[in-house]
Structures are given as C-alpha cells and as structure tokens.
C-alpha cells in the first residue's frame, strides 16, 4: 500500500489520510514514528486503509464534514478504522513481543483508549470500546 512521509506543516502524530482536491486518490501520510516498526506501520496503514474507503463510499465533502461536523460520525468513522487495527494485532503483537502480552492487554481496550482521549470526543472509553464492537 502506497504512503507518503507526513508533511512538516501538518502537526500531526498519527497517520492521516487526506484527499486533496486536485488528486484522484485519497493519500495516506505516516510520521516517522508509525513507519520506523514493521508491526505499527502494518497497523496504521490498516486503519487509514479503511479511511480511503470510507473517503471513497461517502465523497470528499460528504466524509469531510460528518469527520470535522459531528462527533458521532467521527466516533463512527474512527471506530470501523480501529476495527481493523483490533483484527491485526494479535499477529503482529505476537510476532513482536511474544504471546505474554496477548492475555495482559486486550486490544481493544489499547484502541477504545486512544480513540477516547485523542480524536476530541465526548465519548468516554467505554463508548468508544463499544463503537469498535459494532465493526468487529
Ligand atoms: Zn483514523
């Protein structure tokens, strides 16, 4: 899957799928710090692949105004994106540290976490746990 190094004028941390006006696609643009590990670039890219489908299925204005406009649609489109990024991890956890951390730390929880306390919602941990439920 193709991505692009994150520009410097874009403050963000996380991978972000973007679909300019004069492009035909929808890009995905990484920071370093989601490319440099094999098992968080497989995750990320899996998450804004979701992205570029949902830019595609609902339209460049239509996804960017629920995503920007309306909590509940972020939450949802958040959600389906972390669903995929829930499927992928027991294998690249796996391969990476070792079956240990499988029973120690559930993913999902990992994910409803972040999607909680960094995409300025309203939503509390369990809310979001139960937003990634629906797309598993
Ligand atoms: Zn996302």
Redesign the pocket.
């Known amino acids: 899957m193709k991505w692009y190094p994150i520009p410097k004028w874009i403050p963000f941390k996380r991978g972000i799928t973007l679909w300019w006006p004069w492009r035909r696609e929808p890009r995905i643009y990484l920071p370093k710090s989601r490319t440099s590990d094999p098992g968080r670039l497989e995750r990320t890219l899996d998450?804004?692949a979701v992205?570029c489908i949902q830019w595609r299925l609902l339209g460049r204005v239509r996804f960017a105004w629920r995503y920007l406009t309306s909590q509940k649609h972020r939450l949802e489109?958040?959600a389906e994106?972390?669903a995929a990024s829930v499927r992928w991890w027991p294998i690249g956890t796996l391969l990476k540290l070792g079956p240990g951390l499988l029973g120690r730390v559930p993913p999902i929880h990992y994910y409803a976490h972040a999607l909680s306390k960094g995409y300025r919602l309203k939503y509390g941990v369990s809310e979001c746990r139960e937003a990634i439920q629906r797309y598993l």
């Open positions: 998450h804004e992205h489109l958040e994106a972390f």
